[in-house]
């Protein structure tokens, strides 16, 4: 047992340290540190330059197009990229239906969509959740009906994450209503502008757009565009799902986080002495600092044994139930810093020019803000409650 | 030990009741938050005829001499309906600065227009980089022939967006503790900027350049504030926890309602235990909190600052941790439709965090109140 990094793995995260340098656009690097909102544009310029250096596919086979790289290369790079300022590559496409289309979708489908996907030409959302099919996903009405070679789609899905951006959505759809409801889903690809397709904004409690309504009325989708069987959807989703959690636990990102906070305790002034000397604040970073580092050696485990099978078990819970709650707190020690400074609201404009003037300090510009949004990460990609419920039954046999 | 209301407080709080259940439904608050300038003259006339603006200031003065009871009695309901109307900011925390501090001519002069609603006062006291501290002024004035100049900037006042008058805590040269001074919204100097927070409240960050004020705007005697500051402060802290339970108990209320009607795996989500001992959770938050809400507003009335400090302190405390945990809870439990701008559910959770953190946070106060241990040792 080595927990530190070989020779040959430093060396790696020095390359992917300088390649970073060299190809993150400082002015997103800076907005990605002070937590500025991200523009469309600013995701794929990253997007793109991995892309070209043959990144992008961080957790995809050589196969495909992908690095090849282990497990703990990909948690190396997801760590040094973060550390360096880069925005997290949006996961729709390349870590939650690419993984899909490469188990289940057919040939066609993995040629044509695949190279789509790596090179950030088609930004993905997802089409999971409706506005009665939450926690409860499989009891989903989103409707397709077959007609020849098509399918009519009709319904609602929501919590579409940045669908405003998106070219393609990836869908649970109900194709039968007999037997189990688990038994009557089938998992579609559908092209954004196809007829029939609204989105409509919903704005956050931090006032931001972030997810969406995704309607669908009368919308005709080639039965080209099901991947693998009709009605086995259910089988492909959750297979998606796991993926979806290894990613949500964020560690790369919370030492991003961690780091800002420390920055922040320096300066921030408690009695006329930086708050770093508080001894009441220094004890909450000190214990989520070691709550990370548990999280983070959890991770590797869990990505090392992911290694030896074809997708994570429901181990990913536990990531996800951890790695959201120390999110949570970290965005939460960040306001408690800002003190009086975490009162106004400040409007996150796309390039990040706040619109108060003389707030006392740049670091507070987003606390509360960000404390606000990230609420919603112990409730998105299957709710915390839900998570535990996955490992009673699954782990615990109960 | 007696917890019961007086008549008066009861038919206070009846009509406080009754004007908020019947004019200020959520989308009466929305109109309200969307305008320009995020609250509601109309609504605050209406507060105002409820007697409220003279509610805090004392008969001698022309008010109606409440106590700390009263306050938590408006706060409470005004927490209920998550009022935008700069009650705290205008009323209570200048009421309570002009009582401590003012002469009795003082006292007299400015309670006119404050008791009427007419005169909003704001009270312009953190400075750029500082958290809670009640005594750390570095604002400076200095004394020019008969007159004071004053230079600095203050942030995060609470009402300074509308306040007609800001009273300025400020250190003179060679002077141990802080002045308050009186000044003019409008005087030459005084630049304002005003923003809404996060929980449509709003303030503002205010700058004061050469500002000269004459030898009368000294509120009370120079040098000598800090006890004052450190009361109004506390009738503030009072009046948030009071605050806090309304808003609390109105959070828990719809979040039990929605555990009752929401469905999904074919029944009320509410029938999951895990969601049921959460719910549970929350009440006793709200409970423990109401409890100490009464503890802080009857330590307003306290004369040792001893004792009303450590009873304060405790409240907000324990009201801070409340807030924390109901407003969590209650997103979590709503799940999706929790964090949206839509729902008043995302509104009481702002609300109730930025009380949490206004004043001093539950660290904040948890230290203060260990400082008092240490003392008493």
């Known amino acids: ?398 | 030990m007696d917890f019961n209301l007086s008549d008066e407080q009861k038919a206070l709080k009846d009509s406080l009741a009754k004007f908020i259940d019947r004019a200020y439904t959520f989308d009466d608050r929305w109109k309200i938050i969307k305008s320009v300038e995020g609250w509601s003259r109309k609504h605050w006339n209406q507060l105002a005829e409820i007697g409220l603006m003279a509610l805090p200031v004392a008969e001698a003065d022309g008010g109606l001499g409440g106590t700390g009871v009263d306050t938590m009695l408006v706060m409470e309901e005004l927490g209920r309906g998550l009022v935008v109307e700069p009650y705290l900011g205008c009323i209570v925390l200048p009421a309570a600065l002009i009582r401590a501090a003012g002469s009795e001519s003082q006292r007299a002069a400015l309670s006119e227009g404050l008791a009427s609603g007419e005169t909003l006062y704001a009270f312009a006291h953190t400075e750029p980089g500082q958290r809670y501290e009640r005594n750390a002024v570095a604002i400076a004035a200095t004394a020019k022939d008969d007159r004071y100049v004053l230079n600095g900037k203050k942030v995060s006042v609470l009402g300074g967006d509308a306040a007609d008058r800001l009273l300025v805590s400020a250190t003179l040269s060679g002077d141990a503790g802080p002045s308050l001074f009186v000044v003019s919204a409008n005087a030459n100097g005084v630049k304002r900027f005003a923003y809404p927070m996060h929980d449509a409240q709003r303030g503002a960050d205010i700058e004061l350049a050469n500002v000269e004020v004459g030898a009368d705007a000294l509120l009370g005697e120079r040098g000598r504030a800090a006890p004052a500051m450190d009361y109004a402060f506390d009738v503030g802290c009072a009046a948030l926890c009071a605050e806090a339970v309304g808003a609390m108990a109105e959070l828990h209320k719809i979040t039990v309602e929605y555990l009752k009607t929401r469905k999904q795996f074919g029944r009320p989500i509410g029938m999951n235990q895990a969601l049921q001992h959460r719910a549970v959770d929350m009440l006793m938050h709200v409970e423990m909190s109401r409890s100490m809400a009464m503890e802080a507003a009857v330590a307003c009335e306290n004369t040792d600052p001893a004792a009303r400090a450590k009873a304060i302190s405790a409240a907000k405390t324990l009201v801070s941790q409340g807030c924390r945990y109901v407003g969590q809870q209650a997103v979590q439990l709503h799940g999706g439709i929790g964090v949206t701008h839509e729902l008043n559910t995302s509104h009481y959770f702002k609300r109730l965090t930025m009380i949490s953190i206004t004043f001093g946070d539950a660290d904040w106060h948890l230290g203060r109140y260990g400082d008092a241990l240490l003392a008493a040792a």
């Open chain 1, 1 to 398: 047992m080595d927990l530190t990094y070989t020779a040959e793995q430093r060396a790696f995260a020095d390359e992917v340290r300088t390649f970073t340098r060299h190809h993150l656009d400082p002015a997103v690097a800076r907005k990605v540190l002070e937590g500025s909102r991200l523009g469309r544009e600013d995701f794929l310029g990253w997007h793109r330059a991995l892309a070209k250096k043959g990144w992008a596919g961080v957790g995809w086979p050589k196969a495909f197009g992908g690095t090849g790289w282990n497990s703990t290369q990909q948690h190396i790079f997801d760590e040094v990229t973060a550390d360096e300022g880069a925005p997290q590559l949006i996961p729709f496409g390349l870590r939650m239906v690419a993984p899909v289309i490469m188990a289940f979708g057919s040939k066609e489908q993995q040629d044509w969509h695949l190279p789509k996907i790596l090179s950030g030409e088609n930004w993905w959302c997802q089409g999971y959740s409706e506005p009665g099919s939450g926690s409860d996903l499989a009891s989903l009405k989103c409707k397709a009906e077959r007609d020849g070679d098509h399918y009519i789609v009709n319904g609602q899905k929501t919590w579409t994450t940045l669908g405003q951006y998106a070219d393609w959505i990836f869908c649970l759809v109900r194709t039968s209503s007999e037997g189990r409801q688990q038994e009557g889903i089938s998992f579609l690809l559908i092209d954004m502008k196809t007829p029939g397709i609204t989105v409509r904004p919903i704005i956050m409690l931090d006032q931001e757009h972030e997810v969406n309504e995704v309607w669908f009325d009368d919308v005709r989708v080639p039965v080209g565009n099901r991947v693998g069987e009709e009605n086995k959807g259910w089988t492909y989703a959750k297979f998606l799902l796991g993926h979806e959690r290894t990613g949500i636990a964020g560690v790369g990102r919370c030492k991003r986080i961690v780091k800002r906070l420390q920055h922040v305790a320096k300066r921030a002034q408690a009695n006329g002495r930086p708050l770093i000397e508080d001894v009441r604040f220094r004890d909450r970073l000190a214990q989520v600092e070691i709550d990370l580092r548990a999280l983070e050696i959890t991770l590797l485990r869990v990505l090392a044994a992911e290694a030896e099978k074809r997708a994570p078990g429901p181990e990913a819970s536990l990531l996800k139930i951890k790695g959201s709650e120390i999110q949570q707190t970290l965005t939460e020690l960040t306001m408690m810093a800002a003190g009086p400074a975490a009162l106004p609201y400040v409007r996150e404009g796309e390039h990040g020019a706040p619109d108060v003037p003389w707030l006392s300090d740049e670091a507070f510009r987003f606390a509360s803000g960000h404390y606000f949004n990230f609420r919603k990460t112990t409730i998105y990609g299957g709710s915390n409650e839900i998570q535990r419920n996955i490992i009673a039954q699954m782990v615990l046999g109960l």
